[in-house]
C-alpha cells in the first residue's frame, strides 16, 4: 500500500485512560468462539503507529487510516479471511458482460446504514458518481491515489496527465447496481475490495459535507466532518469516540445485517514510537499491534505472547533508472544482479519466513513465473560482465531512505551497507546517496533521480496488475525507458477477461521483465503481529483486510 506520513504522538497515561480493560475482556461473557451475539464480548485495544488521516476511505492510502475505515465500513467484494480470492460482502453475487465492459452486482438485502437509512442500488450509484466527479483538491494523486490506481481519470480532468476514466457510470436496476467501464478490466473486481471503496450513507456524506476539502494534495483540508467525526457506513462497528492523539473508540453495531462483533469495543490507541508499543503491550496497556520489529519477535515470544505472522504480499528491490548510465547497459545490470548477495542480507537481517524473491510479485499470485531467468550470486560472473559491458571502472549512485522502516526493509541502512559492500567487491565504485523518506527520497524516486535505489512494495489487492502493472504496464520516470513489448503486453493482461490466459500473459510478461532487468527483486517477507493471551479469532491478511469483529477475549 501506498506510504503516507505518518501522524501521531506518543501517547500519555494510557494506564490510566486503559484501566479496567483487561477485566472486561474476559469477564462479560461472549466470548465463547461462536459466530457472535448480543452478549458483551470486552474491549480490545490495539496499538497504532498513527491516527488516521481521515475516516473517509476515498481521501486516504495508509495502512493505519484503512485499518479504521474497514471496521466501519464496507465494500460490494471483499477478500476471503487470510488469502486474495475474492468473496462477497455488500454484494452477494455478480456477473460481467461478455466483452468485460459491464458489470452487475446483486446486493444484499435488509442492510441498513449506522444513521438508519437503507443500503440499496441507489447508494451504490451514488458513492460512484461521487468518486468520479471529484474535482480540485479531490483529485490530487495523493487525496484520491486509490481512485486513480484503479480507475485513473474523472468526468472532468484537471490535470491534462490523467487518463481517460475507467468508470463510465452506474445504473440502479431492480436492486441491482449495473456499473459500466469504458474498457475491459480483468483487476476492475480484485480493486473493489479496497477500502477506498467503502459504500457510504450518501445522506450522511451530504449532511457531513464530505466533499469540502480545501488545501493541497500534499496537506488537504477536511473541512467537513463526515471522515473526521462522522463516519457512517454498514460495517460491524460505529464511531463512539474519537480523540485525536489520544484514542479512537468503535462500538458494536448492534444492528449490523451480518454476523454481530463478539467484541463490545475496539479502541485504536496511536504510539508513534515502536519500542513504546512494545512495552505498551508488556505492560497490557494495549491487546496487540501491526508491524513488530523483527528483533523483538525472539523476546515477545519468549516472554508468552503470541505472534502471528500475515502471509507474504510484498517485494523488496535494487530499481534502476535505465534513462542514467551506467545502468543503460543490460550487462551492467546483470552484473550488479550477480553481485549483490541476497540470501546472506535475507538470513542476517530479515525475521524468519523471509525469502529471497526471484521476481517482482510473491510467488502466492497467479502469473508467477517458474521459469524466469535467476542471477545467482558470483562475483566472478560479476565481474566477467563488467568486463563484458564495455565500461572501464563503473561508478554507480546508489540511494537509500532514511528515517523509515517497511516490512519489505526494516534497516535500509543495513541493507545498503550490505549490499555496498558486494558491489565493491565486485569491481564497481559505490557513491552513496541518501534523503529522508518523505517527501525527499520519495520525491527523488519519482522524478527520475536516482541511478539505483533502495525501495519496495506491499501490495493493495489480489491481482498481478497492482505488482507488475503498477511498476511497468505505463512509461514511469523512476525506471526510465523499458522494452516497448513489456508495456503492451502488460495491458493486454489487464484487459484479458479469461483467467487462464491472463496467468499464460503474466508468466511471460515476468519472464521479459527479468530478461530485460530493469531492477533486482531480493526479498518477500512476512510482516508480524503481536497479541496478549487470550486475544483470539485475528486473521492476518496479505492485503490487511483484517476484521475485528470476529476476535474475542478470553481470560
Not at 63 to 90: A, D, H, Y
Not at 236 to 259: H, I, M, Q, S
Not at 500 to 521: C, D, H, Q, W
Amino acid at each position: 500500500m501506498r506510504n503516507l506520513r505518518r501522524r501521531g504522538v506518543i501517547a500519555l497515561g494510557l494506564a490510566g485512560l486503559l484501566a479496567g480493560t483487561a477485566a472486561c475482556g474476559g469477564g462479560d461473557g461472549g466470548n465463547d468462539g461462536g459466530s457472535g451475539g448480543d452478549e458483551a464480548g470486552g474491549t480490545m485495544v490495539f496499538g497504532t503507529s498513527s491516527d488516521p488521516v481521515s475516516m473517509d476511505g476515498a481521501y486516504v492510502s495508509d495502512g493505519e487510516s484503512l485499518r479504521v475505515v474497514r471496521q466501519l465500513f464496507e465494500t460490494l467484494v471483499t477478500t476471503e479471511p487470510g488469502g486474495t480470492e475474492i468473496v462477497p460482502l455488500l454484494a452477494k453475487e455478480w456477473e460481467s458482460s461478455e466483452d468485460g465492459t459491464s458489470w452487475t452486482f446483486t446486493l444484499q438485502e435488509g442492510v441498513k446504514f449506522h444513521d438508519g437509512t437503507d443500503f440499496n442500488a441507489e447508494a451504490v450509484c451514488a458513492n460512484f458518481d461521487r468518486w468520479y466527479n471529484f474535482k480540485g483538491v479531490q483529485q490530487s494523486a495523493s487525496v484520491s491515489y486509490y481512485w486513480q490506481t484503479v480507475f485513473s481519470g474523472y468526468a472532468k480532468n484537471e490535470d491534462p496527465a490523467l487518463g481517460t476514466s475507467l468508470y463510465k457510470d452506474c445504473q440502479a436496476q431492480d436492486g441491482k447496481a449495473v456499473i459500466n467501464l469504458t474498457s475491459a478490466s480483468a483487476s476492475f473486481l480484485s480493486g473493489l475490495a479496497l477500502a477506498s471503496f467503502s459504500i457510504a450513507s450518501p445522506e450522511a456524506l451530504t449532511k457531513y459535507e464530505a466533499d469540502k476539502v480545501t488545501g493541497t494534495g500534499e496537506e488537504p483540508r477536511f473541512e467537513g466532518t463526515f471522515g473526521t467525526q462522522n463516519p457512517v457506513g454498514t460495517g460491524p462497528f460505529k464511531l463512539e469516540t474519537y480523540e485525536p492523539n489520544n484514542r479512537l473508540v468503535l462500538a458494536r453495531f448492534d444492528d449490523y445485517w451480518g454476523d454481530k462483533s463478539k467484541l463490545d469495543k475496539v479502541i485504536f490507541k496511536p504510539i508513534a514510537d515502536g519500542p513504546a508499543r512494545r512495552q505498551a503491550l508488556e505492560a497490557g496497556e494495549i491487546q496487540g499491534y501491526d508491524l513488530v520489529d523483527p528483533a523483538d519477535l525472539g523476546a515477545l515470544e519468549g516472554a508468552g505472547f503470541q505472534i502471528v505472522e500475515r502471509p507474504a504480499f510484498n517485494v523488496g528491490y535494487v530499481g534502476f533508472n535505465t534513462a542514467k548510465k551506467p545502468f543503460d547497459n543490460i550487462k551492467i545490470r546483470q552484473a550488479v544482479a550477480h553481485a549483490l548477495n541476497r540470501q546472506a542480507l535475507v538470513t542476517a537481517k530479515y525475521p524468519p519466513g523471509a525469502e529471497v524473491a526471484k521476481q517482482f510479485m510473491p510467488p502466492s499470485l497467479f502469473g508467477y513465473a517458474s521459469d524466469v531467468p535467476e542471477y545467482e550470486y558470483s562475483v566472478e560472473k560479476a565481474k566477467a560482465l563488467i568486463a563484458e559491458s564495455g565500461v572501464a571502472n563503473p561508478t554507480i549512485e546508489f540511494w537509500y531512505p532514511t528515517g523509515v522502516s517497511r516490512p519489505y526493509m526494516p534497516d535500509p541502512v543495513a541493507n545498503f551497507q550490505a549490499f555496498s559492500a558486494d558491489l565493491t567487491a565486485a569491481g564497481f565504485t559505490v557513491v552513496p546517496k541518501s534523503a529522508p523518506w518523505n517527501p525527499d527520497y520519495l520525491n527523488a524516486v519519482d522524478t527520475g533521480g536516482t541511478g539505483m535505489r533502495l525501495l519496495g512494495w506491499t501490495g493493495d489487492f489480489g491481482d498481478p496488475d497492482n505488482f507488475v502493472g503498477t511498476f511497468f504496464r505505463t512509461k514511469q520516470t523512476a525506471w526510465g525507458p523499458l522494452e516497448e513489448s513489456i508495456y503492451t503486453d502488460l495491458e493486454a493482461a489487464r484487459q484479458e477477461p479469461d483467467e487462464a490466459k491472463r496467468t499464460s500473459l503474466y508468466e511471460a510478461a515476468n519472464k521479459k521483465i527479468m530478461e530485460f532487468l530493469p531492477g533486482v527483486p531480493y526479498v518477500h517477507t512476512k510482516p508480524a503481529l503481536a497479541f496478549a493471551k487470550g486475544v483470539e479469532g485475528y486473521v492476518p491478511s496479505p492485503v490487511s483486510i483484517e476484521d475485528f469483529s470476529k476476535v474475542s477475549l478470553s481470560s
